[in-house]
């Protein structure tokens, strides 16, 4: 009860949550356009288009992220149209919360290896600034979400899972979806954790001693917010497994987030020049990215569909 109510006050100070967040971002921004001008490059590589595409594309997304980070600060961002909510908030949970759980080991894991590689001492001090903007936004921007959700949708926050549904819902149909997902993402769990503790099973053999530090948590991280991405989605669609109805929805919502938007972000990075070739076998390399692109928006759809009947249930019973 304790730890609930605190949770409940934190939401509470969304604006706070929303400046702060939009202050984070900033220096990333101010980076991101540095180097799409040209400026302060730590490596000649960066000069090349496809990396200024990249960071003109990061700059965008850097702008939505301050906007949608006022928007849940100010009562005219309660007005905005869903979809224009939902769907970058959704792509950006599932990229900030899970990265949030790493930095604390993969941001000077990439600091000590872009030294080795040979990056510009200003790198460095540039990289120390996009680890705290990804890290304050990574904290700051889910706490105003929150604090937004709960004031626009009181459904997602609603204490009891177990409400009583309208006859004419969609439960059969979700079920149904939702195993198939959480089969799906059990399936993609056990091949991610079995990777990140040393497997080569599926791995080119030619490219093991390429593994790194970065490649076996981003593994092991893929493996575990897909086994909780499974767990939320069940609990949601069948009631069981948990009283309260928001810690699974947090669990299916950031798990759903994750599973499109990593295999998204390593789509736009496989355009770069310098990119590195996957370590797997081509064919599990595009079964593993596409099964999770198919799973997140799958995991997406039931959550929708069991939001829906939630809201209609409360709206008739209020």
Same mark, same amino acid.
Request: net charge positive; glycine share 8%.
């Given at each position: 009860?304790?730890?609930k109510?605190?949770?409940?006050?934190l939401?509470?100070?969304?604006?706070?949550?929303?400046?702060?967040?939009?202050?984070?971002?900033?220096?990333?921004?101010? &980076?991101?356009?540095?180097?799409?001008?040209?400026?302060?490059?730590?490596?000649?590589?960066?000069?090349?288009?496809?990396?200024?595409?990249?960071?003109?594309?990061?700059?965008g997304?850097?702008?939505v992220?301050?906007?949608?980070?006022?928007?849940?600060?100010?009562?005219?961002?309660?007005?905005?149209p869903?979809?224009?909510?939902?769907?970058?908030?959704?792509?950006?949970?599932?990229?900030?919360?899970?990265m949030?759980l790493?930095?604390? &080991?993969?941001?000077?894991?990439?600091?000590?290896?872009?030294?080795?590689?040979?990056?510009?001492?200003?790198?460095?001090?540039?990289?120390i600034?996009?680890? &705290?903007?990804?890290?304050g936004?990574?904290?700051?921007?889910?706490?105003?979400?929150?604090?937004?959700?709960?004031t626009?949708?009181?459904?997602v926050?609603?204490?009891s899972?177990d409400?009583?549904?309208?006859?004419?819902?969609?439960?059969?149909?979700?079920?149904t979806?939702?195993?198939?997902?959480?089969?799906?993402?059990?399936m993609?769990?056990?091949?991610?954790?079995?990777?990140?503790?040393?497997?080569?099973?599926?791995?080119?053999?030619?490219?093991?001693?390429?593994?790194?530090?970065?490649?076996h948590?981003?593994?092991?991280?893929?493996?575990?917010?897909?086994f909780?991405?499974?767990?939320?989605?069940?609990v949601?669609?069948?009631?069981?497994?948990?009283?309260?109805?928001?810690?699974?929805?947090?669990?299916?919502?950031?798990?759903?987030g994750?599973?499109?938007?990593?295999?998204?972000?390593?789509?736009?990075?496989?355009?770069?020049?310098?990119?590195?070739?996957?370590?797997e076998?081509?064919?599990?390399?595009?079964?593993?990215?596409?099964?999770?692109?198919?799973?997140?928006?799958?995991?997406?759809?039931?959550?929708?569909?069991?939001?829906?009947?939630?809201?209609?249930?409360?709206?008739?019973?209020a």
């Amino acid at each position: 009860m304790r730890i609930k109510n605190t949770i409940s006050q934190l939401i509470k100070k969304r604006k706070i949550w929303g400046y702060c967040a939009a202050i984070a971002i900033m220096p990333y921004l101010l &980076i991101k356009i540095a180097w799409t001008f040209g400026l302060f490059m730590p490596t000649e590589q960066m000069g090349d288009t496809s990396w200024r595409t990249a960071n003109a594309i990061t700059i965008g997304l850097a702008i939505v992220g301050i906007l949608l980070a006022f928007a849940f600060s100010m009562t005219w961002g309660e007005r905005l149209p869903v979809w224009l909510v939902a769907f970058p908030v959704w792509v950006g949970t599932g990229l900030l919360i899970p990265m949030l759980l790493l930095a604390p &080991i993969l941001a000077p894991a990439a600091i000590t290896r872009d030294q080795q590689v040979g990056g510009s001492d200003i790198w460095i001090y540039e990289q120390i600034f996009v680890i &705290i903007s990804l890290i304050g936004a990574g904290i700051c921007l889910p706490l105003a979400l929150a604090g937004y959700a709960k004031t626009r949708w009181p459904e997602v926050f609603a204490d009891s899972l177990d409400i009583e549904l309208l006859p004419d819902n969609s439960k059969k149909l979700y079920i149904t979806l939702a195993r198939l997902v959480s089969a799906g993402c059990i399936m993609l769990g056990f091949i991610k954790v079995f990777w990140a503790v040393g497997g080569t099973i599926g791995i080119n053999p030619d490219m093991v001693d390429n593994r790194d530090l970065w490649w076996h948590l981003l593994s092991l991280s893929t493996g575990l917010w897909a086994f909780a991405g499974a767990w939320g989605v069940l609990v949601l669609t069948t009631r069981r497994g948990s009283r309260d109805f928001f810690l699974p929805m947090a669990a299916a919502w950031i798990s759903s987030g994750m599973l499109f938007s990593y295999n998204l972000f390593n789509r736009l990075s496989a355009t770069r020049p310098d990119s590195q070739p996957t370590l797997e076998y081509p064919l599990v390399h595009v079964l593993t990215t596409e099964l999770s692109s198919i799973l997140g928006v799958m995991m997406g759809i039931v959550i929708l569909m069991v939001l829906h009947d939630r809201r209609r249930a409360m709206r008739s019973a209020a």
